[in-house]
């Protein structure tokens, strides 16, 4: 993760220079910085070859608890996962200038291409199409989700196809001289409505607890579900958006692949009115484009801008 106010040194360059110490550019403050996580605890893991009424207690209650929990028998072939991976790693094998070749539009946020956000080296393989109108080659995860028995099913899509957006980032964090003063994602939550994620066999991705941070420990047949700041609007807080944040390390380069579930700019987002008549509004509405506009000026400073509203 970048600390702006220094010259800029391309992350990916750093193993293959062998430096052996952290340019002060990627240097944490002291209170951002790795520190112990929790040994016991672990996020859910829920397999979803179960009768429904038990699945469907158990994301919930994963939803409420955590706002992070795996997923096994999901419907999507592991080969198509490790393939996913393969491409990624191919691409991050190469030298600067090859992947320049691929570069994003810098006066753009998150558009199609390589580049870096927060300072991290990402791919984003995949600019954000229709919901419904996957290109070939896509896949979507069939995850029920119970909104606190508001039923929405975000992959078939009961808003409609233009009011919602996906892309595919695959974000590479290269091995770290010192890991102890940096991270490779800062402390955050997503900011769209729900992020599907599968690691590589490298550990680095850790959820907040209760105040501690829990490794996600790599599933190569598992994918991550990290509810987003607008369910946690729509569900009027009932479910949370899951703070998270990468971790480096010395030895090993680390490959993540995330699927990030958003609503178009120009919505307004709000609790579900069937939530709000059971207790006050938690969260107000929100315009989806005013949302991302502070992000992405702001970054994620270590905390959520759901926080800010």
Not at 119 to 126: A, R, S, V
Not at 165 to 179: D, E, F, G, M
Not at 206 to 223: H, T
Not at 278 to 297: I, N
Request: charged share 20%; proline share 8%.
């Amino acid at each position: 993760m970048e600390v702006a106010g220094a010259t800029s040194i391309p992350v990916q360059t750093l193993p293959r220079s062998k430096t052996p110490t952290v340019p002060p550019r990627y240097i944490q403050r002291p209170e951002h910085r790795p520190g112990p996580t929790s040994a016991a605890a672990t996020i859910p893991l829920i397999d979803l070859s179960l009768s429904c009424d038990a699945v469907r207690g158990d994301i919930a209650g994963a939803c409420r608890e955590w706002g992070a929990f795996n997923v096994l028998n999901h419907g999507v072939p592991k080969q198509l996962l490790d393939e996913m991976r393969t491409v990624g790693s191919s691409f991050s094998d190469l030298n600067v200038s090859g992947k320049l070749k691929y570069s994003c539009d810098s006066s753009s946020a998150a558009s199609e291409g390589y580049g870096r956000i927060g300072g991290i080296t990402l791919i984003i393989i995949l600019s954000p199409f229709l919901a419904g109108d996957p290109p070939a080659g896509q896949f979507t995860l069939p995850i029920a989700v119970p909104f606190c028995g508001v039923k929405r099913k975000f992959d078939e899509c009961n808003v409609r196809k233009s009011n919602f957006l996906k892309n595919i980032t695959v974000s590479y964090y290269p091995p770290c001289p010192q890991p102890e003063l940096t991270l490779g994602l800062q402390s955050h939550s997503d900011i769209g409505a729900m992020t599907l994620l599968i690691q590589d066999d490298v550990s680095g991705l850790e959820v907040l607890k209760d105040g501690e941070w829990v490794i996600v420990q790599p599933s190569s047949d598992a994918v991550v579900v990290l509810l987003a700041d607008q369910t946690e609007v729509i569900t009027n807080g009932e479910y949370k958006s899951a703070i998270h944040r990468a971790i480096t390390n010395a030895s090993r380069a680390r490959l993540s692949v995330a699927t990030f579930h958003d609503p178009v700019k120009t919505r307004i987002i709000s609790p579900a009115p069937e939530l709000v008549a059971k207790s006050a509004a938690h969260c107000r509405e929100v315009l989806y484009g005013d949302f991302v506009t502070a992000w992405y000026s702001e970054g994620p400073e270590g905390k959520r801008n759901l926080d800010a509203l």
